[in-house]
């Protein structure tokens, strides 16, 4: 197998543990964002980035797009990690189209792209956070109750309260993409 890093931005933890997970099972080395410098990255073939979902877009991500050009010899792996549920296609078009924002047509070939579900504790959000899923709650609470999708409900149940959907066998397609390269 080529030599891998796993380096990832993290800010409840969900898109840390999938980070180590993944490179627990590659036994590969691993970095948060901030602790490594895209020059220290030169050495990896494989990079594996991961980043948290917010807004539309994937926390850190900069660290691959404004640094393209030194990576872009490389394979480069992009793993989001959000509540959005990873199975509905809609959620994976959205995210798609949000990255497609920020991602030149070269880096949309380059980047292999997969998608986790994450975790949320609400008593944790700052703010900001708070007042967006207050927003998000009351205007799904103010939809038809026969138009709303199965994440809504979700939602909708599990508003205010800790949420954990991180699985370590949803990392597996990733694992196995890695190991064919």
């Known amino acids: 197998m080529k030599k891998a890093v796993v380096v990832y931005q993290s800010k409840h933890g969900a898109t840390e543990k999938y980070a180590k997970w993944i490179s627990e099972e590659l036994r590969c080395d691993l970095y948060e964002r901030n602790h490594i410098k895209p020059v220290d990255l ?9 980043g948290g979902l917010y807004a539309g877009g994937v926390a850190g991500i900069d660290l691959i ?6 990576f872009c ?47 949320m504790d609400y008593a944790k959000l700052g703010p900001v956070h708070k007042a967006m899923m207050a927003m998000l709650h ?7 109750p026969d138009s709303l999708r199965d994440e809504d409900k979700q939602m909708l149940a599990t508003y205010g309260k800790t949420v954990d959907f991180t699985d370590k066998a949803t990392i597996l397609p990733i694992i196995r993409y890695i190991q064919e390269l």
Do not use: W
């Not at 030169?42 to 991961?50: C, F, H, L, V």
């Not at 009351?138 to 038809?144: G, I, Q, Y």
């Open 65 to 70: 797009t404004k640094n393209f050009d030194q």
């Open 138 to 144: 009351k205007m799904t609470t103010k939809k038809d």
């Open 42 to 50: 030169k050495q990896y073939d494989t990079i594996i980035y991961g």
């Open 73 to 119: 010899n490389q394979d480069l792996v992009l793993f989001t990690c959000g509540l959005a549920d990873p199975l509905d296609k809609d959620n994976t078009d959205h995210i798609r189209n949000s990255l497609n924002k920020v991602f030149t047509a070269q880096m949309q070939e380059k980047i292999k792209v997969f998608h986790l579900r994450g975790a």
